[in-house]
T-cell receptor, first 118, second 114 residues
Framework: GAGVSQSPRYKVAKRGQDVALRCDPISGHVSLFWYQQALGQGPEFLTY????????KSGLPSDRFFAERPEGSVSTLKIQRTQQEDSAVYLC????????????????FGPGTRLTVT | TQLLEQSPQFLSIQEGENLTVYCNSSSVFSSLQWYRQEPGEGPVLLVTVVTGGEVKKLKRLTFQFGDARKDSSLHITAAQPGDTGLYLCAGAFLPGAGSYQLTFGKGTKLSVIP
């Protein structure tokens, strides 16, 4: 496909369940970002990968959040023991270049996964 | 923590009117991007500005980057119902401040009434 895809588009989890959210970036894009968007807010940075290396995870809200990109393409964001405050849209974005390249600031977003924790 | 303030938060106008949306920060951006987001979708990149004083036009949309690279504006001429959506500004701050991540404003929710 031409764009970033995410699955599932919607996920309902009971509090305490583990969830896994998948992101397929644009083919060949080096950088991959995860953001969390609460209702009525702008996206907030969670974590950043350059190829398979996770270079920044400063935005992850707790140690229940874990992200990986083992082969430098597809990425998975995992949330363990979900809580109600985890309910949000989780956005994945990719960009062509890596660190230090200005074009890396141009990020292309997927449609997001809306997570609802009941 | 770098913050981006967007104003107004909500805007409802009649078709054909003009409008301006503002994005301000106390910090200097190395680049700034404007996105438009529709319900149930991810943000779609509209423009990137990198040079102080830069002006870019995209059909009826005009984007301006402040001389000091701390603020930006989006002006829409003769708004159309298809312009309805959430407009987000996002800044990449100078190196040393996590420059490869974007910091987003809360957005301006625009409704254009036919």
């Amino acid at each position: 496909g031409a764009g970033v895809s995410q699955s599932p588009r919607y996920k309902v989890a009971k509090r305490g369940q583990d969830v896994a959210l998948r992101c397929d970036p644009i083919s060949g894009h080096v950088s991959l970002f995860w953001y969390q968007q609460a209702l009525g807010q702008g996206p907030e940075f969670l974590t950043y990968f350059q190829n398979e290396a996770q270079l920044d995870k400063s935005g992850l809200p707790s140690d229940r959040f874990f992200a990986e990109r083992p082969e430098g393409s597809v990425s998975t964001l995992k949330i363990q023991r979900t809580q109600q405050e985890d309910s949000a849209v989780y956005l994945c974005a990719s960009s062509l270049a890596g660190l230090a390249a200005r074009s890396s600031y141009e990020q292309y977003f997927g449609p997001g996964t809306r997570l609802t924790v009941t | 923590t770098q913050l981006l303030e967007q104003s107004p938060q909500f805007l409802s106008i009649q078709e054909g009117e003009n409008l301006t949306v503002y994005c301000n920060s106390s910090s200097v951006f190395s680049s700034l991007q404007w996105y438009r987001q529709e319900p149930g979708e991810g943000p779609v990149l509209l423009v990137t500005v990198v040079t102080g004083g830069e002006v870019k036009k995209l059909k009826r949309l005009t984007f301006q980057f402040g001389d000091a690279r701390k603020d930006s504006s989006l002006h829409i001429t003769a708004a159309q119902p298809g312009d309805t959506g959430l407009y987000l500004c996002a800044g990449a701050f100078l190196p040393g401040a996590g420059s490869y991540q974007l910091t987003f404003g809360k957005g301006t929710k625009l409704s254009v009434i036919p």
